[in-house]
């Protein structure tokens, strides 16, 4: 099952505004840049429960028929959600995928900052799309957070837009990836390769 990450951002890294307000995703020009080409690709969307909060604001339910995975470790209330297919999950993200995986998923976006870097820590994410709008916009809530190791992407594309969008396209895991112990360790035993030894 693949698992892919398509989400807006301000040039400074932010998903949202402290007050969860998007307001700043609509900076510059707005023109198409794959979000339809990509929703249809996907099988089932999985969001954390704050950014199921905040479509919940939209008036419209905003995934339509997509069948729905909601995370969180309380209970929800569904009740609001009109025509569309949504479901609770919780835990350890390898035991959300597995459960979508029996279940005959192929290819799941997964969305809101938390959720994301948890997958990510899980090194479960293989395709991150993120789309660069030309503004700062200083705080906020972030995309990415700490990480328990470096984790390696591999550069796919880079669309630019002429509205100011930049759009950049990774493939997650394609290079290798060292947890902080091992990054110690080589710095550590780090030794001079190549050149002679010059002596002052
Ligand atoms: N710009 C964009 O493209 C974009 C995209 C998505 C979201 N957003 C915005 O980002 C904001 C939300 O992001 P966020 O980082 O605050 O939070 P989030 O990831 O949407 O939600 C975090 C919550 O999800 C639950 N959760 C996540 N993983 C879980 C797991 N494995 N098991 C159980 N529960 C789990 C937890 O809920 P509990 O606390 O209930 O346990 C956690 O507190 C919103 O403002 C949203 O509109 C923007």
């Known amino acids: 099952m693949k698992l892919s990450v398509f989400c807006g951002v301000s040039v400074d890294g932010f998903l949202a505004r402290p007050n969860n307000a998007l307001d700043f995703l ?16 996907v099988d089932v969307v999985v969001i954390g429960r704050k950014t199921f909060e905040v479509a919940l604001t939209f008036g419209k339910w905003f995934y339509g028929k997509k ?7 309380r209970p929800l209330d569904f009740s609001s959600v ?12 390898e035991e959300i995928v597995t459960q979508l995986k029996a279940r005959g ?6 969305d809101g900052g938390i959720t994301i870097q948890r997958f990510l820590a899980a090194g479960l994410i293989d395709r991150l799309v993120i789309t660069r709008v030309p503004v700062l916009i200083g705080e906020g809530i972030p995309l990415f957070g700490p990480v328990p190791r470096d984790i390696g ?12 969008l930049v759009q950049s396209e990774y493939e997650v895991g394609a290079l290798r990836t060292r947890t902080r112990k091992q990054r110690t360790l080589a710095s550590r035993t780090k030794r001079p390769t190549g050149g002679k030894r010059q002596s002052n």
């Open 26 to 41: 609509r900076t510059g020009e707005q023109e198409p840049h794959g979000f339809e080409e990509f929703y249809g690709s």
């Open 67 to 73: 069948p729905v995975t909601v995370l969180s470790s």
């Open 82 to 93: 009109k025509g569309g297919v949504v479901e609770q999950m919780s835990g350890k993200p």
């Open 105 to 110: 998923f192929k290819h799941a976006y997964i």
């Open 153 to 164: 992407l591999r550069h796919v594309a880079t669309r630019s837009y002429r509205g100011g």
